[in-house]
């Protein structure tokens, strides 16, 4: 039977807290390739045992070899360290459930590769890029990240992290395609549903639909000509003078990821970076040093390092605009002012969303806001993000909030509005009226159940070993193929 604590369970698609037994291969047949890492103290790999000729290399501290990838104790520590720095308790999380989910993490990613999965370096040597300037932010310098996590030197971390990220990604690549085409039917979500009894129900948390007006304080042309000026400063003593653009970087950029490391990014054509940036970027030469241009995000010059096929390595210099306080004051009388015509019923708020709001996501649609988890217009009271918890949860339908002080993601202040515009109270699960939860907890589970069937297989069929300690571990699946 499916209790509520099941459901949620359910809700989260990885299964990477299940861990499954360990395997111990005794006897190996010396004719097959898997054969060829035999891990003790010493791991010996055959790459290929047809083209290349066999190898040994010295590995101590080998916790597992999954397929071709080998796991360490060093990575289980880095498992662990990496979830103290995220501010995870790790009272209740055994180096086995940790070694576990790397277990699983390794045999998806093995396979992905066996299936032509490809993960392009630029995305991953961004993903360590972020990292990177993430863990000296918390922590302050990088000289204390690298005490922090046992490392030697930079180049070495980075190394790691580069294999962690990309296994990571070859491993939820591989998660995705298992699951892609697997689809649920109307008779299977009733049956779902059936098979939970009434007074197991799961109870859905009251729920809100939001809408808000967002007002930005304008910048002005003497704001914006004042950094372009101080960009082409910074250009002309680069271009002209030969300064280093590294070091201008970490003394006056803005954006805080990537100051400390000079400005520098690896990106190809798909990275997840603003187009005009984009666009400047691929259309530079090699040691060029582009004119200021304008994001979302501010002011940018660029200087391209490398080009590597299609891959680049970037700098840029980051300048935003201040906002001026007669600006932030015109904003603030333009707000008070659409609140009081809406209060008045002079006008309805989706209206006033529609003509003033400067949200562009959510101005053509009156303002109503997308849940970013499930994607739909619901929002789960008691799961929302604890300041805007603190400013709709004692509001009516249809009620306007006060106006709201805000920043944007430039950290400059902005004024917003909300209202609910649909309330839903706490309730018993109800077929037709919760429909599309009931088919997504389905769905989950079936997805579920599709990777947990083909993970129990690919045990069978991939070459494990395990060793030391973690021979003792309890697992819920069959490492062990026993």
């Excluded at 209790?3 to 047949?29: G, H, N, P, R, W």
């Excluded at 010996?44 to 796991?71: C, H, L, R, T």
């Amino acid at each position: 039977m499916i209790k509520i604590t099941a459901l949620c369970a359910i809700l989260t698609f990885s299964i990477s807290t299940q861990v499954y037994s360990q395997e111990i291969i005794e006897d190996i047949d010396t004719t097959t390739k898997e054969e060829a890492i035999a891990v003790n103290d010493t791991v010996a790999v055959a790459i290929d045992s047809v083209k290349q000729p066999f190898q040994k290399i010295k590995i101590d501290g080998v916790a597992a070899v999954i397929g071709e990838n080998v796991i360490l104790d060093s990575d289980v520590d880095i498992a662990y360290q990496q979830l103290v720095s995220e501010g995870v308790s790790i009272a209740d999380v055994s180096r086995c459930e940790l070694a576990g989910s790397l277990f699983e993490t390794k045999l998806y990613a093995h396979h992905a590769i066996q299936d032509s999965i490809i993960v392009k370096d630029a995305e991953v040597n961004s993903m360590v890029d972020q990292q990177l300037n993430y863990m000296t932010n918390e922590l302050g310098t990088i000289d204390k990240v690298l005490k922090f996590y046992k490392k030697d030197n930079l180049s070495d971390f980075k190394k790691e992290l580069f294999e962690i990220n990309k296994s990571n990604r070859l491993s939820e690549q591989m998660r995705g395609k298992i699951i892609q085409d697997i689809e649920i039917t109307p008779e299977e979500i009733r049956e779902f549903f059936d098979d939970i009894p009434e007074e197991e129900r799961p109870l859905f948390g009251t729920e809100i639909e939001l809408a808000q007006i967002v007002i930005e304080p304008e910048i002005t042309e003497e704001e914006e000509q004042k950094v372009i000026d101080r960009l082409n400063q910074f250009r002309e003593d680069i271009v002209e003078n030969g300064s280093s653009f590294a070091t201008k970087a970490v003394l006056y950029s803005q954006d805080p990821g990537s100051k400390s490391t000079g400005g520098k990014y690896t990106l190809d054509r798909q990275t997840n970076f603003a187009k005009e940036f984009k666009d400047v970027a691929f259309s530079s030469q090699e040691g060029e040093v582009s004119e200021p241009f304008k994001t979302d995000f501010g002011w940018h010059i660029i200087k391209v390092d490398k080009i590597r096929g299609e891959e680049i390595d970037v700098r840029h210099i980051l300048l935003i605009p201040d906002v001026t306080r007669a600006s932030i004051d015109k904003a603030k009388k333009k707000i008070d002012s659409l609140r009081a015509s809406i209060v008045s019923g002079s006008i309805d708020f989706k209206e006033a969303a529609r003509k003033f709001s400067d949200e562009k996501e959510t101005r053509e649609d009156g303002g109503q806001l997308l849940n970013p988890t499930t994607g739909d217009t619901h929002f789960e009271l008691t799961k929302i993000d604890p300041i805007l918890y603190d400013q709709v949860s004692k509001l009516k339908t249809n009620e306007v909030s006060l106006v709201i002080p805000d920043q944007d993601r430039q950290g400059r202040k902005k004024f917003k509005l909300i209202t609910v515009l649909n309330r839903y109270d706490e309730h018993i699960a109800d077929y037709s009226k919760d429909y599309l939860k009931i088919q997504e907890l389905a769905l989950r589970k079936k997805q579920i159940d599709a990777i947990r069937e083909w993970q129990n297989e690919k045990i069978m069929d991939t070459y494990i070993k395990v060793n030391g300690e973690y021979r003792n571990c309890e697992y819920s699946g069959n490492w062990l193929k026993k």
